[in-house]
């Protein structure tokens, strides 16, 4: 069980929101390792989007990143979900 979870440590999903706008990087341990926002996704005046999609972004990176995490440590648990 221990290996397994620092192999999810060791593995990245993306997330993303905006057709790709917005890329949120994390862990299979819920870790964020990066965000990169497309310079088109930046409007000044429009700052709730941009906050919309970065929102977005992590909610779906989080996603994954449970399914990667299930995925891999299904095996092992027996299928509990702990």
Do not use: C
């Not at 993303?16 to 819920?30: D, H």
């Not at 929102?55 to 299904?74: H, N, P, W």
């Amino acid at each position: 069980m221990e290996r397994a979870q620092s192999q999810l440590a060791g593995e990245t999903v993306e997330g993303k929101a905006g057709g790709g706008a917005v890329v949120v990087v994390m862990t299979g341990t819920q870790e964020v390792r990066s965000v990169t926002i497309s310079p088109e996704a930046v409007d000044p005046s429009d700052v709730e989007t941009l906050q919309d999609l970065v929102l977005a972004a992590v909610k779906d990176a989080i996603e994954r990143s449970k399914q990667l995490a299930a995925e891999r440590l299904g095996g092992i648990t027996g299928g509990l979900k702990l």
